[in-house]
């Protein structure tokens, strides 16, 4: 038997390593996009987290303002639950 097939000895190992809430202002890294392959490996800090029904939405902004005639603002979504991955590497 693996340790890690009892739940609650798993939450409470993973609880020293990985944050048990996902929020926003976290920077997370993809490691695999349902949307498209060059989002992958994107590093990004969580701009929003929606939940629609039973599922989320991790929304990240990328914008440039250094020049005052051309600026931009993109956001991208990532849904967890429809088999984008993505790992918290700063809180």
């Not at 000895?9 to 490691?31: A, D, K």
């Not at 987290?49 to 979504?77: G, L, P």
């Amino acid at each position: 038997m693996n340790v890690f097939d009892i739940d609650e000895i798993r939450e409470h190992i993973l609880s020293y390593v990985y944050p048990t809430q996902v929020t926003v202002g976290m920077t997370i890294w993809v490691s695999k996009s349902s949307f498209h392959p060059f989002l992958t490996g994107t590093v990004a800090k969580i701009y929003d987290i929606k939940k629609k029904h039973k599922n989320y939405q991790v929304v990240v902004m990328n914008e440039d303002t250094t020049s005052k005639d051309n600026w931009y603002r993109v956001f991208t979504y990532f849904y967890p639950n429809g088999g984008d991955q993505m790992k918290v590497i700063k809180c």
